[in-house]
């Protein structure tokens, strides 16, 4: 009946088969194509004689939701381009919905965003186990625009819908079953003939598909008494959840409840106004940049690690300490075998400890059973003897942070290992190509930075040194993915990405308490700004003799920038003892709560020894400025020197590994939204303070040229 690029329509026995098949793609999205070929297909299916409609993939999944690819340039063109983008898929839904046959939708895999919305413009949805499905538009700031805040109150009640739009999570098959999402879950395999079966009953009229479709198009079944105790409760318990940053989640329950008393078409319209009111905010700007910028990522990640001509099927860890349980736990985790080896036996039992630990949680949260459990800690093989990690595809160095150590330990592992085996260290500050100068097979040596704590950072820096070959970036970039994390691959200098970023961005701070701004203020500030903690609140939980011995490396490698002339007040409560967290005492004090968590509170003791002044003469913006300045200045000069391939990359390597605002889109995003050139002219006021506060060449640069880090964005056709 039709044949397109995205999308066919077959017929079968007087049942239409409309399958969606992306050629040349992985998934199946909604693009403009796709859309475009929907609309050609349905004028198709008004016009036949068929008895009814079943929707399907032939890819591995239903469909991951739109392209959002497409979602920047249009986002840029204001309102009413907006609304013409979504209006053509809008009135595609309303045409399905409105068909003169029943429809079944069979949903495979992820069945996510506008993939979902479709499903819920057909009669029936019927899915196999594999289903995850979701509406995960508030990540990325806005709300579900083609039907989603609509029909999901309609077909699975408000509260459920509430729940599922404004958390943005995935769902299983047995969860949207419960919930009232979805109708069936059949056998792997069978969705088709279940659909066909279930629709040709519908068409017959033993099953009433009509009271169903009714139910979608009609007002909300909620009463004057129940919409305001359903709406008015969950804005401010899901508001506070989300954050001021994040008006999303709130705006979708306006929609909502706005539309309680409307028609389909009224609600539809409804959508769109609240839809467009976030879209074209710098919050949705910035949160689709983090999305695009992530998969851009992943890509290259994946397409390196496919130069791995033997991915590792096993590791090693060096050193079983916090650090060393951690990698050691990852591994088992993810199914891949570990040998943990210690000079004694003290430093096993705190690593298997570390690891038991964390999988017992999982266990807790019901994200693992006890036997899978025993599994995984079966995959970890503890050791005391250097022949026993022999056979490790990978070996990973986390010993301390000392070079000599470092390469005492590296060179007796080497001497162990098989000849096409890679050994990688996890330093967070050490020079690669030093460490290496003393292996006889630097090239099948690199760094691979992992952060603290392991399970719960995503991110892994896998550092180049002047020998290392690019199978070995290959083959660790690969065992990165493996273990669930997101690799970025960067060239060799002191403090690699991360580090070298964040200490400049610490030595703002020193400055700021040096002029007399009270830390706990500046804590107030950059939070407030976005930051999940505060550079003291920060210092503290990274510890500060860690701090204070990683400034000292970063000083030496960049002393005109680094070097100070004062005592900080991290080197001041470092020299009383107060390390941090770790001690219980750092900037703040730390109790423990019922769970056994750090709770922080006021430390008397630091106010004491640094005082608590507050020079009011340095603003709020004053304290944004004097902290990001450094921190833009030393991202552009990684990106100039190449440390780091492209302005996405670096941008997810902060957001990653140090928490850096997503609602603000990445550190060089914001600064190309700022403006680069009105960014160099605001620094003019603070150059006074040194080289930390005058503009990197590359910055220099973009600004006089008027450009920009990122790529101009593409202009968008109809």
Request: contains cysteine; negative net charge.
């Amino acid at each position: 009946m039709f044949q397109g690029e995205r999308l066919s329509v077959s017929v079968e026995n007087n049942i239409a088969i409309l399958s969606f098949d992306a050629q040349a793609n992985s998934v199946n999205t909604f693009n403009r194509q796709t859309v475009a070929e929907l609309d050609l297909a349905l004028t198709k299916l008004e016009h036949s004689d068929v008895q009814g409609l079943v929707l399907r993939s032939a890819k591995s999944s239903f469909m991951v939701g739109a392209d959002v690819h497409e979602f920047a340039p249009v986002f840029q063109l204001g309102e009413a381009a907006i609304a013409k983008h979504l209006s053509k898929n809008i009135d595609n839904f309303n045409r399905i919905e409105d068909l003169p046959f029943p429809s079944v939708a069979c949903l495979n895999s992820f069945t996510l965003g506008g993939g979902m919305e479709l499903a819920l413009a057909c009669d029936f949805r019927i899915a196999d186990a594999s289903l995850k499905m979701g509406l995960p538009e508030t990540k990325l700031g806005i709300i579900p625009g083609w039907g989603g805040t609509v029909r999901l109150p309609r077909v699975a009640g408000a509260d459920t819908a509430i729940e599922w739009i404004c958390s943005g999570r995935e769902h299983s098959a047995k969860q949207a079953l419960k919930a009232g999402v979805i109708d069936a879950i059949v056998e792997v395999g069978g969705l088709q003939e279940s659909a066909m079966g279930l629709v040709r009953e519908a068409a017959s009229g033993a099953i009433d598909y009509q009271s169903r479709r009714q139910r979608k198009v009609q007002p909300l079944a909620l009463n004057a008494v129940e919409s305001p105790m359903v709406f008015e409760s969950s804005k401010g318990v899901v508001g506070a959840a989300a954050g001021r940053h994040y008006r999303a989640p709130v705006q979708a329950i306006k929609a909502m409840q706005a539309a309680t008393t409307m028609a389909r078409e009224q609600a539809l319209e409804v959508e769109l106004k609240y839809f467009l009111e976030v879209a074209v905010s710098s919050v949705a700007r910035s949160l689709v940049n983090v999305f695009t910028s992530d998969q851009a990522l992943t890509k290259k990640a994946k397409k390196l690690a496919q130069g791995a001509e033997d991915p590792a099927e096993s590791a090693a860890v060096l050193g079983a300490g916090i650090m060393g349980g951690g990698i050691a736990y990852q591994c088992a985790v993810k199914k891949i075998p570990v040998t943990l080896k210690d000079i004694n036996s003290t430093g096993i039992e705190l690593g298997l400890a570390e690891a038991a630990k964390l999988l017992q949680k999982r266990v807790e949260k019901g994200r693992l059973s006890t036997g899978e459990m025993a599994q995984a800690l079966n995959r970890i093989d503890p050791t005391l003897h250097y022949p026993d990690i022999a056979a490790a595809d990978v070996v990973i160095e986390a010993v301390v942070e000392n070079v000599k150590v470092k390469q005492s330990v590296l060179a007796e592992a080497e001497a162990v290992i098989d000849a096409d085996a890679v050994l990688v260290s996890n330093t967070s500050t050490i020079s690669i190509t030093a460490l290496a100068s003393q292996l006889k097979s630097p090239d099948k040596f690199c760094g691979m930075h992992f952060f603290n704590p392991v399970h719960a950072m995503p991110l892994v820096e896998v550092i180049r040194g002047e020998k290392t070959s690019n199978q070995t970036i290959a083959t660790v970039t690969a065992l990165a993915l493996a273990l669930g994390k997101k690799p970025v691959v960067v060239n060799d200098c002191p403090g690699f990405l991360v580090n070298r970023v964040l200490f400049p961005y610490f030595a703002g701070f020193a400055q700021l308490v040096r002029d007399g701004v009270d830390y706990q203020r500046i804590d107030k500030v950059m939070e407030g700004w976005g930051w999940p903690m505060g550079p003291a609140y920060l210092l503290d939980v990274v510890g500060l003799d860690t701090a204070i011995h990683a400034e000292a490396v970063m000083a030496d490698g960049f002393p005109d920038r680094l070097s100070r002339d004062y005592t900080s007040a991290a080197q001041t409560l470092f020299e009383k003892g107060m390390y941090g967290q770790k001690t219980q005492a750092g900037f703040y004090r730390y109790a423990t709560d019922a769970k056994g968590r750090p709770v922080k509170e006021v430390n008397d003791s630091a106010l004491d020894l640094l005082g608590a002044p507050d020079n009011s003469d340095i603003t709020d913006d004053d304290i944004v400025m004097r902290m990001m300045i450094p921190m833009v200045n030393e991202l552009a000069r990684c990106l100039d020197e190449e440390v780091v391939a492209t302005a996405a990359e670096a941008d997810m390597a902060m957001l990653y590994g140090t928490g850096f605002p997503p609602h603000r889109g990445g550190v060089l995003f914001w600064v190309d939204h700022y403006g680069v050139s009105q960014f160099v002219d605001d620094m003019q006021a603070f150059a006074a303070l040194g080289p930390l506060y005058q503009p990197a060449k590359l910055l220099q640069s973009l600004a006089t040229k008027q450009a920009s880090f990122y790529p101009a964005a593409a202009s968008v056709g109809d």
